[in-house]
């Protein structure tokens, strides 16, 4: 068998298997698009890529959806360090806040007081297990029917008013703006200029392994800057 034969050959084998992991994972997404609906829909279909079965469709800022992976990172506003990495296959960034929160205590060694983040990682139950923890958030509080900051709910646990009222303040006033300051400006360094922007890999495992090669040059390079200048 020539050498352009056999690559052939192994181009449509690799296709075949990725067709086949896609067709094994399609009967759980459709599952857990019927339990979000209540009945199956057209509309809403479940899609599974055959290019990356543990890709999954997700909305992309530019408004497009397709296939892609959440990558989150974890950053201390004080030295812009990224101190925690995840990647997830979900679009939804509501379960992501304690388990970065976590890893950023347990690499460091020290407790998390203060977690800053936006609205979408905003989730009562685990704003009520890190304030129970003593961690402060410091989240947009979700808008009421007349479009305004929603201070008060009757369902909130015993702990969640200190959240609300905390974002009334001055202080709250002050801090919130830093993460756009230190998030935004550490995503784009890393879509810009440390890999992050069209994975080259396929599966979960890789495509953390891609993210955190990306957080380690970011360090790397951060510090590097910044003792240069000392």
Known sequence: M???????????????????????????LEAIKKN???????????????????????????????????????T??????????????????AQQSEPLRKQAEQRSGHKVKEHLFDGGFVNKELITAAELEGVAIYAPLPKN??????????KDSAVLPAWR?????????????ERAATAETVNAETRAYRGLGVFLVRGLKKVRCVALWSALAYNLVHFGERLMQT
Request: proline share 7%; charged share 30%.
């Open 76 to 93: 201390d506003v004080a030295s812009r360090a990224i101190v925690s990495v995840d990647v997830v296959n979900t679009g939804s960034d």
């Open 145 to 154: 029917r007349a479009g305004e900051p929603c201070t008060h709910d009757r």
């Open 36 to 74: 979000q609906t209540g009945k199956p829909s057209r509309k809403n279909e479940a899609r599974v890529s055959t290019t990356d079965a543990e890709a999954r469709r997700m909305k992309m800022p530019g408004g497009a959806i397709q296939p892609a992976y959440n990558v989150q990172f974890g």
């Open 165 to 177: 009222q905390r974002m009334t303040t001055p202080e709250a006033k002050r801090v919130y703006p």
């Open 2 to 28: 020539s050498r352009a034969k056999a690559a052939r050959q192994r181009a449509a084998d690799e296709k075949l298997d990725r067709v086949e992991q896609a067709l094994a994972v399609l009967p759980e």
